[in-house]
């Protein structure tokens, strides 16, 4: 699983896709609300940006989209797919060029001044959109166009991206009367409250608890361990002791290493806590309240639950009833496999005759212990074959082989930072696309990977090329020196490179149904499907060479890293699918009183949940869900998108070529990687494999029993 690599939300995509381009603009004046100019029907203009602008271009933009779509409301013709879904498609052109080089900005570079006008500009941005939504005027058309959508001879794409566009207003409320709109907008606004204030209060439980650490207490710990902690506790101006942070990224390393016991279950007590301390900081009532106006707001939309309204005509799964099934599917292997696990790790700690029954606080350590004893796999040993730029080429290698792709460096367009390097892509001599590669840590900079789409593909009223880009944290070595990473990293920069490759083989007509633009439990199959073609011999051999040598890594130790694949799987699912499981428990309790703790503690035991290990998430502290909206009734999702992508690995491996098979690869292409939002994906993965998705591939690739 990957739940740090996120597709990087994109501003763009729904922000700007509402904004008209008929109101008359001094463009003049600011450089960011002019069309993109130079080769390739126009680039980025990053060299003629200032966040001074910034505000001015958002609000006229918004203006002119609000300008375009009254046109649209008001016009006296009949609605017909043209003058209404059309004209939509073609309007906020300026606000998604305008969106994008914002987003570039607070993702990449920002600085106090551009989170100055991201604090100003989110709240008036999320009012437009509202503004648009409910627009009863432009909502009959949209609705008129809808409902003769299968009689107006509309092709199958104009009339998904019809449905799409109605399910979008319908989803936000078009349909209800004007008193019950009202009570949506509130119901809306308290949420937005409260998930501000369950925010505030993990956060000050993650920055109020803060264990320092003397020299007598770091046993067990690597070099590098102590190092963070050292850094740590000097930025709390306690210099020449340590600290744990009540952070995941602090919290883990102490826990897989320290051999103080007492000290884990202290660590890892007070981080499992977080938000549920019954103190001020407490989130209980909190969940409790958002849970109840999140059924209000479903039952006004018609939906019996909130997992119902989140759901339907908005993911693969349709209803929370098939992403449980597959939850339940994969439940009893993974909990099987943590007893195995604690079994091992048990006979480790009575050899070594520590007297200890396995707790929640020593899984990872004893974990630890089982993988030195049985995969002998220093990852150390590994890295001198991973040169970032040699693992470039090979993804590109790979992606000629898929796709027909080729790679061509670009000098003469700008780039927002010296370090960012842009591609044309070229499908023999076609151009297909530009690629822009940001691989290195910078302050302003946010963690983790993602790609991010910078224009959309389509062919609607003329062709338009698309832009993406894939942005990473590596740290950037002296001039000269190679950029080594670790075997993880090579894997992400595969999936986030998969994303693009959505991106750039897209072959649309709407702008709106390109690429990555499809549900969220369906957009991360592409790219962990192209993380499989890391650990081929056709790559490895060729771009997994020794930055001194040249000489390509040992199969041997190819050989151990495929052993050790499976490793402390059980864990990893188990404390995932918990999460999981209990976020599409909450949201299918309907108008309940429910009381957090209580709830999850039940729901738990009827579930067999094992007692050496928590969800990862616990209730109180869950951010994906309680933050905001987004992954809400969702976090099933990371699975139900793994087990299509492995499903389709295995349909890779079962042919004559294997994952270099050409017609399996014209297939991926066809029916997956060109499609888009175009088509239902249930339906395309069905055109792909012949059948639906099957779970098996999943419990093998974990090393899971299989019934
Ligand atoms: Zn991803």
Redesign the pocket.
């Given at each position: 699983m990957?739940r740090r690599?996120?597709?990087a939300a994109s501003a763009a995509t729904t922000a700007a896709s509402l904004l008209p381009q008929a109101a008359a603009l001094a463009e003049g004046a600011n450089p960011l609300l002019a069309p993109w100019t130079g080769p390739y029907g126009g680039v980025p203009p990053f060299d003629k940006v200032r966040v001074a602008d910034f505000a001015a271009a958002a609000e006229a933009a918004m203006a002119q989209e609000l300008a375009e779509v009254d046109a649209i409301a008001a016009n006296p013709a009949p609605p017909t797919f043209e003058n209404t879904i059309g004209a939509l498609e073609q309007s906020g052109k300026t606000g998604d060029r305008v969106a994008t080089i914002y987003s570039i900005w607070s993702g990449t570079l920002s600085t106090p001044e551009v989170r100055e006008a991201d604090k100003a500009l989110r709240p008036k941005y999320a009012f437009h959109q509202d503004k648009i939504l409910q627009n009863a005027k432009l909502f009959q058309r949209v609705d008129a166009v809808y409902q003769a959508r299968e009689t107006s001879g509309l092709s199958p794409e104009a009339q998904r991206l019809t449905m799409i566009r109605w399910n979008n207003f319908v989803r936000n409320g078009a349909r209800l009367d004007a008193d019950a709109k009202k009570q949506l907008a509130a119901i809306n606004f308290q949420l937005a409250a409260y998930f501000t204030i369950f925010n505030q209060n993990l956060l000050a439980d993650e920055t109020d608890y803060v264990l320092y650490l003397k020299e007598a207490d770091l046993a067990g710990l690597p070099a590098d361990v102590r190092g963070a902690a050292a850094e740590v506790a000097k930025s709390k101006g306690r210099a020449g002791e340590w600290a744990v942070l009540n952070t995941r990224s602090s919290v883990d390393p102490f826990l897989t290493y320290s051999d103080r016991r007492d000290l884990r279950e202290q660590v890892w007590k007070t981080f499992y806590n977080r938000g549920d301390n019954g103190d001020k900081h407490d989130n209980n009532a909190v969940i409790q309240k958002i849970l109840k106006l999140r059924a209000q707001r479903a039952a006004l939309l018609g939906f019996p639950t909130h997992a119902h309204w989140r759901l339907a005509n908005n993911s693969m799964a349709g209803t929370p009833e098939a992403a449980m099934a597959l939850m339940m599917r994969v439940w009893p292997s993974a909990i099987a496999r943590v007893h195995e696990e604690v079994a091992e790790m048990q006979a480790i700690a009575d050899k070594e005759g520590a007297g200890v029954k396995i707790a929640p606080w020593d899984y990872r350590y004893y974990a630890e212990k089982v993988r030195t004893a049985r995969y002998a796999l220093d990852m150390n040993e590994v890295k001198p074959y991973l040169q970032m730029h040699k693992l470039r080429e090979g993804m590109h290698w790979a992606a000629g082989q898929l796709y027909g792709f080729s790679f061509h460096p670009v000098t003469d367009v700008p780039v927002q930072h010296p370090d960012v390097t842009v591609w044309e892509v070229r499908r023999g001599p076609e151009h297909v696309g530009l690629w822009y590669f940001d691989p290195y840590a910078r302050a302003g900079k946010r963690s983790g990977a993602?790609?991010q789409a910078y224009r959309n593909q389509q062919t609607y009223k003329g062709k338009v090329t698309t832009i993406v880009s894939n942005n990473a944290n590596f740290v950037k070595p002296a001039p000269g020196d190679p950029v080594l990473i670790s075997w993880d990293d090579a894997e992400t920069m595969f999936?986030?490179f998969?994303?693009a490759l959505h991106g750039l083989n897209s072959a649309v007509t709407y702008p709106s149904l390109a690429g990555t633009q499809v549900f969220r439990d369906y957009?991360?199959f592409p790219?962990?499907v192209n993380e499989a073609w890391l650990p081929t011999h056709e790559v490895l051999s060729r771009f997994a060479v020794h930055y001194k040598t040249g000489k390509p890594i040992p199969q041997a130790l190819v050989d151990k890293i495929a052993k050790a694949h499976t490793f402390r799987q059980g864990f990893d699912v188990t404390e995932y699918l918990a999460s999981a499981l209990i976020d599409m428990k909450l949201h299918l309790a309907g108008d309940a009183d429910i009381d957090p703790d209580a709830f999850e503690r039940d729901e738990l035991a009827k579930l067999g949940m094992p007692s050496e290990l928590p969800m990862r998430h616990r209730t109180p502290q869950f951010q994906h869900i309680f933050a905001s909206d987004s992954y809400s009734a969702g976090y099933y999702s990371y699975l139900w998108a793994e087990v299509i992508a492995l499903d389709a690995v295995e349909a890779f491996k079962q042919a004559p070529g294997g994952l270099y098979d050409k017609a399996m690869a014209r297939k991926l292409h066809d029916d997956i990687m060109s499609v888009g939002n175009t088509i239902d994906p249930a339906v395309a993965y069905r055109n792909f494999r012949g059948r639906d998705p099957d779970v098996g591939a999943y419990l093998r690739d974990k090393g899971f029993p299989v019934a």
């Open positions: 990957r690599t996120f597709l993602w790609m999936h986030e998969g994303h957009v991360e790219s962990q």
